[in-house]
Every structure is written in C-alpha cells, then in structure tokens.
C-alpha cells in the first residue's frame, strides 16, 4: 500500500513540477528580454550622446593630418636659418606638438584607427629624416626639395591615414 501512495503522489506532483519548470523558464526569459530591451535603450541615449564626440575627433584628427602631410608642413613651417639639422628638428617638433596636441582623441575612435594615425605620424617624420641624410641635402632648402621630390613619386603617409579615417567614419555611419 505504501508504493500506491508514492505513486500517486509522483502523480500528482508530477504536472505541478513540470508547470513549476515552464512558468520558471518563461519568467525568466522574459526578464532577459527585458534587460536586454532596458541595455539596448541605455547603448541608444549612450550612441546619441557619442557620436558627435566620434565624429569631432575623426574630424580633429583628420585636421592633424592634413597639417602633418609633408606638403602643407613645408609651406606652413618655414625655416629660420640655412641650417639643414635646424629645419629638421623643427618639422619634427611640429609634427610632435601637433600629435600631443590630439592625443586625448584617442579615445573616441578604434584601436586599428589610432594605430594608423600614429604608424603615419610616425611614417611622416621617418621621410623627413631620410631626406635629410642625402648627401646632396646641405641646407633647409634642399631639405625641403628632397622632401617634395620624394612624396612627387609615392603618395604621403598622411593619404594613407586619411584613407583609413575616412573608412571609420563610414563604419560609424
């Protein structure tokens, strides 16, 4: 007589245990759904908040690039004296005090982006070294020749990081 007991008390614990697992289950997916609803609304306010931070130092950094870029530095940046080492050094604090100057923008654009900024920063004052340890290059003028006779046959490392920044802003976008 025990066993019958047992039986039919599994029997009737039996429906109440599985309607207990469902009503667990879709409680709990729907309170997932929920957090997922509630995170996906911050991440929106957050996005409306930050993209025009994003897309003010894509604009900043494109700024920076375009005054690195060999060509626009010859001409803003002028030389004081004949000495080639002197121009040299002063292109290079230049292109330094402009990368200090955006550093902090960083933060607002991807990994592979800066990476790209500074591989070009980096890119732009190796040319400028190289041209001035020509032979032939004796002054700040003919420094400033070598430098243009030598973006004349490839393009400048500063089209190259703009490239890429413009392929983040469009991914933003």
Request: aromatic share 12%.
């Given at each position: 007589?025990?066993?019958?007991?047992?039986?039919?008390?599994?029997f009737?614990?039996?429906?109440?245990?599985?309607?207990?697992?469902?009503?667990?289950?879709?409680?709990s997916?729907?309170?997932?759904?929920?957090e997922?609803?509630?995170?996906?609304?911050?991440?929106?306010?957050?996005?409306?908040?930050?993209?025009?931070?994003?897309?003010?130092?894509?604009?900043?950094l494109t700024?920076?690039?375009?005054r690195?870029?060999?060509?626009?530095?010859?001409?803003?940046?002028?030389?004081?004296?004949?000495n080639k080492n002197?121009?040299?050094?002063?292109?290079?604090?230049?292109?330094e005090k402009?990368?200090?100057?955006n550093?902090?923008?960083?933060?607002?654009?991807?990994?592979?982006c800066?990476?790209?900024?500074?591989?070009?920063?980096?890119?732009?004052?190796?040319?400028?070294?190289?041209?001035?340890?020509?032979?032939?290059?004796?002054?700040?003028?003919?420094?400033?020749?070598?430098?243009?006779?030598?973006?004349?046959?490839?393009?400048?490392p500063?089209?190259t990081g703009?490239?890429?920044v413009?392929?983040?802003?469009?991914?933003i976008?």
């Open positions: 007589m025990d066993n019958i007991n047992y039986l039919q008390l599994l009737y614990l039996l429906p109440a245990i599985v309607v207990g697992f469902l009503a667990f289950y879709f409680i997916s729907y309170f997932k759904e929920q997922q609803k509630r995170m996906y609304s911050i991440r929106a306010k957050n996005r409306k908040h930050t993209l025009p931070l994003r897309f003010q130092a894509l604009e900043r700024l920076f690039l375009e690195i870029d060999p060509g626009s530095l010859l001409l803003r940046v002028k030389p004081y004296n004949d002197d121009y040299e050094n002063l292109l290079v604090q230049n292109i402009e990368y200090e100057h550093i902090a923008q960083q933060i607002y654009v991807s990994n592979e800066w990476n790209a900024i500074r591989a070009t920063k980096n890119a732009t004052i190796a040319l400028i070294r190289k041209a001035s340890m020509h032979q032939h290059v004796s002054t700040s003028d003919k420094l400033r020749e070598e430098i243009i006779s030598e973006l004349m046959d490839k393009a400048s500063s089209q703009l490239a890429f413009r392929r983040e802003a469009s991914d976008w």
